[in-house]
């Protein structure tokens, strides 16, 4: 069935770069999301990227999707303090109506 | 801007009363979904529901009931509240297919003593 998998936990100094890491097993899955959870928050969807595509960049995030070894990464530039949180992966099918989350990793930004 | 709103931020609620967790959009989306969060384990998904009066189970229904009377509605039920059941819900809300993402209220921590 599906799966999507990332790691735990992620620690970096502001100013660096943060690359957090997602792989996933269902090869037609066709909508790929990155979310942000704050803590005592909801999660808030940060960006997404079709399959179709092979990076997208916004801003400060970049997104890059390996269709071929189904690994997708965030890369967040110049990480700040403001983005320790957890962030989620998830995936999706051209017609699911469900999406499939992974775990969630903890980024923690030291100053 | 497009919400989802859950009536509370924090609950506490004593083991075996019956506790009502309520989620409202204003999106007209047909999807909603209840998860529950701990720690380490991510989010699991409880029940959701694509129309009215319309529901599944999701991977971790015991223990829980839904309803979904509105459109905008849905509700999530614990018949009789346990100290198990303590923890992070998260109501979230998409069209009907969800390659949109979803949309997800800011959560109700609930704690049962």
């Known amino acids: 069935g599906e799966d999507v998998e990332q790691s735990l936990f992620l620690s970096v100094r502001e100013g660096d770069s943060s690359v957090i890491n997602c792989t996933y097993t269902d090869s037609s899955s066709t909508y790929l999301y990155w979310y942000k959870q704050e803590p005592g928050a909801g999660l808030q969807l940060l960006t997404y990227i079709f399959s179709n595509m092979d990076m997208k960049q916004d801003q400060r995030l970049t997104v890059l999707l390996n269709k071929k070894d189904k690994h997708l990464s965030l890369r967040i530039a110049d990480t700040q303090t403001g983005d320790s949180a957890i962030y989620f992966c998830?995936?999706?099918?051209?017609?699911?109506?469900?999406?499939?989350f992974g775990a969630g990793t903890i980024l923690r930004v030291k100053s | 801007d497009v919400k989802v709103t859950q009536s509370s931020r924090y609950l506490v609620k004593r083991t075996g009363e019956k506790v009502f967790l309520e989620c409202v959009q204003d999106?007209?989306?047909?999807?909603m979904f209840w998860y529950r969060q701990d720690p380490g384990l991510g989010l699991r998904l409880i029940y959701f529901s694509y129309d009215v009066k319309m529901k599944e189970k999701g991977d971790i229904p015991e223990g829980y009931s839904v309803s979904r009377e509105k459109k905008e509605r849905f509700s999530l039920i614990l018949e009789s509240a346990s100290t198990n059941q303590t923890s992070m819900y998260l109501c979230?809300?998409?069209?009907?297919?969800?390659?949109?993402?979803?949309?997800f209220g800011s959560g109700t921590r609930l704690t049962v003593v």
């Open positions: 999106m007209d989306h047909e999807n």
């Open positions: 998830a995936e999706t099918m051209e017609y699911g109506n469900k999406l499939v």
């Open positions: 979230a809300s998409s069209l009907e297919t969800a390659r949109y993402g979803y949309t």
